[in-house]
Nanobody
Framework: QVRLEESGGRLVQAGESLRLSCAAS????????MGWFRQTPGKEREFVAG????????RYTDSVKGRFTISRDNAKNTVYLQLNSLKPEDTAVYYC??????????????WGQGTQVTVVS
């Protein structure tokens, strides 16, 4: 079973930037699309961004387009999320997971602990 470990979250001021990382154990990382999700208390986990297996194609939820950038390094089994121009509404626990393809369900592996991003104004 692949393990996912998210990191990079912290408390920041509105307008600042962060880069989140998600490292996956195992050898199958490059066989899957990867996605980032976020969740706030009392709400369902929501999709934020996805990237294809080779990193050529990406997709984003509308609220982060132009501010967040997803990327991956298959040699390091790691997917990244660059968060720019952060807003208080971006405050959440951020998670990653894998999918067969970019537009499929991102539920191939067990969810990790996530990383907390807190944006204060």
């Amino acid at each position: 079973q692949v393990r996912l470990e998210e990191s990079g979250g912290r408390l920041v001021q509105a307008g600042e930037s962060l880069r989140l990382s998600c490292a996956a154990s195992g050898r199958t990382f490059s066989n899957y699309a990867m996605g980032w999700f976020r969740q706030t208390p009392g709400k369902e986990r929501e999709f934020v961004a996805g990237i294809s297996r080779g990193g050529i194609s990406t997709r984003y939820t509308d609220s982060v387009k132009g501010r967040f950038t997803i990327s991956r390094d298959n040699a390091k089994n790691t997917v990244y999320l660059q968060l720019n121009s952060l807003k208080p509404e971006d405050t959440a626990v951020y998670y990653c997971n894998a999918a067969e393809y970019l537009y499929r369900e991102y539920d191939k592996w067990s969810w990790g602990q996530g990383t907390q991003v807190t944006v204060v104004s």
